[in-house]
């Protein structure tokens, strides 16, 4: 335990006061910003992953390499800290059962457990009452084709098991696909989900404290390209009504799950305007980092209140907002431009610190706040274009039930 805590360890209600140390599993740009929130409020942080040189161990007082599943190692890393959250949800049972008993971890393992996997995350919520796409479970050939014939198609096939940015998943559009989709899951179990047609992806960060407390950021709009976030705005374009039936569902949801921490529930909006729930994220998202610059308590120093037990603070948002994402692509042709983004007053830049720039990989974002809703994505894809963005994906959505663990 850190020194803070050394003299007297506290129990699973006691707040964890500065001074203490928080330990993050996972080490990536979400750990960054939830170390840069703790450090402000004076905590130390100590971060573990399979990565040095990471995001979160720039910001970090401490950065342990090692596997998640070294359970050895991991015990070692909840015996020097006081509490532990996560960033990243892709994280072995076997880890937060090793750390669990040591110091707390929140959210708790069954959280974790639960929203990892399609097949659980989408039982959990139908036998909770919560509005979802009808699904089935599919473990051979012959039991998706009969799936397919009962759902219809255009239908989505994914891993049962998570994966992230559009991975591990396939769209059937007739019959005849369900060869080739059944082979591209190579003998793993899948979850076969109806179509959805959808007018908007929305979705709701928000808290729940120790107490139950609760804290929302509203509901946000996102649009994707090649299955990746691209924009966020927010507050959404959407009625009165369905915000609050949004903001409802996720606080059922966060209650249903005994979820301690920042999550997300993301959502479809489809053309009845009726939500159906996608998929749940039981961490940090990156259709919150516009909180960073937008609100009063950003998403990141929400998480380290709601963990340690601390009141949570006010999601009160002054103006509307945007962000936009930078993916490695940018750098194709060399650095980016940051002055000519930096240009634009209301436009404020995070990069993460990864090393290297590939396709597709989140090397940072923009966000930018505005009188409306419209002047901040201006504001955020002009900046965005001046960086020497040559594509644009603002008039794109992916159509598909994949608005992914972002």
Not at 67 to 96: G, M, P, Q
Not at 136 to 156: C, F, M, N, Y
Request: proline share 5%; aromatic share 6%.
């Amino acid at each position: 335990m850190s020194e803070a805590a050394s003299t007297s360890e506290p129990t699973s209600t006691d707040p964890v006061l500065p001074g203490a140390t928080i330990g993050i599993l996972g080490s990536g740009q979400l750990g960054r910003m939830i170390a840069i929130a703790a450090r402000r409020m004076g905590y130390r942080v100590h971060t573990l992953s399979p990565e040095s040189d990471s995001p979160t161990g720039h910001v970090a007082d401490r950065e342990i390499v090692a596997a998640y599943d070294d359970v050895e190692a991991v015990k070692r890393f909840a015996a020097d800290v006081d509490v532990i959250t996560l960033e990243f949800e892709n994280i072995s049972a076997a880890c937060v059962d090793a750390a669990s008993p040591i110091a707390p971890v929140r959210p708790k393992g069954s959280v974790l457990h639960t929203t990892q996997n399609r097949l659980r995350e989408k039982t959990f919520l139908a036998d909770h009452g919560f509005p979802v796409a009808p699904f089935r479970h599919i473990k051979s050939r012959d039991e998706l084709a009969a799936a397919v014939e009962e759902i219809g198609t255009p239908a989505v096939l994914k891993t049962a098991g998570f994966g992230y940015d559009g991975k591990g998943q396939v769209r059937i559009a007739s019959v005849d696909d369900v060869d080739g989709a059944w082979t591209s899951m190579a003998g793993q179990d899948a979850v076969l989900e109806a179509f959805i047609d959808f007018d908007l992806e929305l979705s709701v960060v928000a808290a729940r404290g120790l107490a139950g407390d609760f804290a929302h950021y509203g509901a946000v709009e996102n649009k994707h390209s090649n299955h990746i976030l691209d924009v966020t705005t927010a507050p959404a374009d959407v009625s009165g009504a369905v915000n609050v039936t949004a903001v409802n569902l996720t606080r059922k949801v966060f209650e249903a799950l005994d979820v301690v921490g920042v999550a997300c529930v993301e959502y479809f909006l489809d053309r009845g305007n009726n939500l159906i729930i996608n998929e749940i994220a039981p961490r940090v998202h990156n259709s919150g980092h516009f909180t960073f610059d937008a609100c009063v308590t950003s998403q990141f120093e929400q998480q380290v209140r709601a963990v340690c037990g601390l009141p949570l603070g006010s999601t009160d948002q002054p103006r509307p907002a945007a962000m936009a994402n930078l993916l490695g692509d940018l750098w194709e042709n060399g650095e980016p431009d940051w002055a000519a983004a930096l240009a634009i007053p209301e436009v404020k830049l995070h990069l993460y610190g990864k090393q290297e720039a590939r396709p597709g990989r989140k090397m940072g974002h923009l966000t930018a706040v505005a009188d409306t809703r419209e002047q901040a994505v201006e504001r955020v894809v002009e900046g965005r274009r001046g960086l020497g963005a040559e594509r644009l994906f603002l008039n794109t959505n992916d159509r598909t039930n994949a608005l992914p663990k972002t």
